[in-house]
């Protein structure tokens, strides 16, 4: 869990979104060339700091797309959170990275993302098509293979202090020097989570999440709020007996 292939535009096939009658269901064609348009971007915009009159908050600098379950047509509820988070990273990348003229690419679509892994030697010939999880490490190389952009994987062993001190610190870091979402796993909290800003005050860190696991129609960011699939985490709030591993794109040549 927790190491260049572009295709052409593929249509894809009708997409039922949840729901048990027609009137529950939208059904959506979509194609590579115009499906990303209905995503949410800046998800994280409005919503109000977790604690008046913090010490410090950073945040991504930049706007980035509201990758999840399901949004470009294929059904990956269970197994595809990790590769809904590195589509988010990549979007950020594609609305604010300035690669060399011509070489920045939309995000890579999935079945392209384990053709990567496979290609570069990091995953056999059977995980395509699979339905393997990935997490961090596969995220950085897969970043590196289609953008250029190298990944500082931070390890972070379980409990709060840890918690608090390096992960909190090492996120402050990324968000001021390089503004870039991180992705965020672990082992017995093996979900994955992008993470787009950190806020500390005198009681404790928040994190902000923006979580890959919805899946149906596209909604307005309010009502992603809303519903929780984008907000402030405390980070005492985390699994304290899991540790983490956080990927942190560094597009910004220090």
Request: hydrophobic fraction near 30%; aromatic fraction near 10%; glycine fraction near 12%.
């Amino acid at each position: 869990m927790e190491k260049k292939v572009l295709a052409a535009g593929i249509t894809k096939p009708e997409v039922h979104w949840g729901g048990s009658t027609a009137e529950e269901r939208k059904t959506v064609k979509t194609t590579n060339a115009h499906w990303t348009e209905t995503l949410s971007k800046n998800v994280h915009i409005g919503l109000p700091n977790p604690i008046s009159g913090p010490l410090k908050c950073s945040l991504i600098k930049g706007e980035c797309l509201y990758y999840h379950y399901g949004c470009d047509g294929q059904d990956d509820r269970g197994w595809g959170c990790g590769y809904r988070t590195i589509q988010t990273m990549a979007s950020w990348l594609c609305h604010n990275w300035s690669p060399p003229v011509g070489q920045c690419r939309t995000p890579p679509s999935l079945p392209e993302m384990q053709q990567a892994l496979v290609s570069m030697g990091d995953k056999p010939g059977s995980f395509l098509t699979s339905r393997e999880w990935i997490g961090t490490f596969e995220a950085s190389l897969v970043l590196d293979y289609f953008y250029d952009v190298p990944c500082k994987v931070v390890h972070v062993r379980g409990g709060g202090a840890e918690l608090e001190q390096v992960a909190v610190e090492e996120l402050h870091w990324h968000f001021e020097e390089q503004g870039s979402p991180v992705m965020m796993g672990g082992d017995r909290d093996n979900s994955s989570k992008g993470i787009l800003g950190v806020c500390t005050g005198g009681q404790g860190s928040y994190l902000l999440v923006v979580d890959p696991h919805y899946y149906g129609c596209p909604q307005e960011k309010v009502e992603l709020q809303r519903q929780g699939w984008v907000a402030w985490k405390r980070v005492s709030s985390l699994d304290q007996s899991s540790f983490y591993n956080l990927c942190m794109p560094q597009s910004v040549k220090c």
